[in-house]
């Protein structure tokens, strides 16, 4: 593991984001990123919950997500399956995340944050969340982004902070 790859798990907070994030470093070959065909979901099962992949579209906006796990449906009180980007409720946050969004699609680095009330009416939550991108299956950019949203309550995450969670 690099110096670049150590110092970017050091920022996870959650065991949730190390463990994608080590997983998906060990599906890439040296000095390559990994395709959506080295991620196998039976890999990792008790993270399928918080997972996306998102397909990047010919813009940003129109990138669509080919997977949205159920905790992504209980935040956004729908199925996000199949829509496109423009189409998710982003409120305040969507420079945030086409920010986010952008830096893992066009720059092919892994992006991680952390977000207090993602989205409008979910304020108490508390979104711990990484991008990572996902090479064209030729190599030339790339063609999807692999990421996953752990969501706690403030309290939860008060408790995780003080380490009596």
Not at 30 to 56: F, H, M, Q
Not at 87 to 114: C, E, F, N, S
Request: glycine fraction near 10%; charge should be neutral; proline fraction near 7%.
């Amino acid at each position: 593991m690099g110096s670049v790859n150590i110092a970017f798990r050091a920022q996870l907070v959650v065991p949730e984001q190390r463990q994608l994030y080590d997983y998906w470093l060990s599906r890439a070959g040296p000095g390559t990123l990994p395709t959506r065909a080295d991620i196998n979901p039976a890999d990792i099962p008790r993270l399928l919950p918080y997972i996306s992949l998102i397909e990047v579209g010919p813009s940003l906006e129109t990138s669509r997500v080919r997977l949205a796990g159920t905790r992504l449906r209980d935040v956004f009180d729908r199925e996000i399956t199949g829509l496109h980007i423009d189409d998710l409720d982003l409120g305040p946050k969507r420079d945030y995340w086409m920010t986010a969004y952008r830096h893992t699609a066009v720059d092919g680095k892994p992006t991680q944050g952390i977000v207090r009330g993602p989205r409008v009416n979910k304020e108490h939550l508390v979104q711990y969340w990484v991008r990572l991108p996902l090479a064209a299956p030729c190599g030339a950019g790339i063609r999807m982004i692999l990421g996953i949203d752990y969501f706690l309550s403030g309290l939860e995450d008060e408790q995780r902070q003080a380490g009596t969670g």
